[in-house]
């Protein structure tokens, strides 16, 4: 089988290998076009161990300069309990932008499992979720999210808009896609196997594996959404055929349309 990005994607649901770091240029690219939304706001990362996660890093880095009330990241373990980090702002230090604010740990009762009650509770105090949720939960993750009626910012693969839990949430105007899309490289544990393609170990041993088809998935009414499209195909049947279980047409790019 040839390897590539996407399949990756499949490799995780099935064995759930969801351990695949974002990197911190590919978070600024993104949430600079969001920077104006976080003023006075409640960010949770809920998929984050803030020892490895970059989101953690990239409000922690913020906190001030993007005027957030408070910063929560919940790290998962499998079978044991685990902790919270919590950023809160404290009104004497904004406007002090050079300054890293403090976080505080705290145990928690569970596992930091997005779905467990404790994980809900704070899910329900936040405005929005940032993160890179694991894969092969995505669909049971968005509907979380959709059910608090959460704002969110999150990674995913692009073919996520064709699950049948998806798709109906994309055609209700409940999420959209970001800005940035495309193939990206994830950092991996060290015990993940080496791979034909898709796959390097860098000059410190790093290993790395490549994703396709990555992209945003928002809530968020961005300016790209107001952007109108230049459209200049016409419509022929014989170009666009018409599917024969689904009442639509193909159509194979975006410039086709
Ligand atoms: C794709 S990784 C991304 C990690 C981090 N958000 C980042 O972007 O670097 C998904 C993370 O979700 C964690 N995870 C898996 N199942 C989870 C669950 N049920 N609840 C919360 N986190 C979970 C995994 O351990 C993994 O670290």
Redesign the pocket.
Known sequence: MVENGNNNLHVSRAKKT?????ELSLIEDELKHYRDYFQDKIVF?????PA????WRYFQLNFYKLGLKKLVSTH?ESTKKSYKLEIIRQNDKIGQLSFMPDYVQTPLEQN????SSECIEILKEADVVV?????S?FREYINQLIEYKKKFIV?GNQNAVTYKEILPLVMENKMWLGYKSGHFWFRVPDSYEEKKTDFKIDETGQKWRRMGNICWFTNIDIEKRHENMTLFRNYIPEKYPKYDNYNAIRVVLVCNI
């Open positions: 969801d351990e695949f770091y974002t990362c809920n998929c984050d161990d490895y996660s970059n989101f998962y930091g499992d997005f779905r993160t890179n949720p694991p894969f939960l990674i």
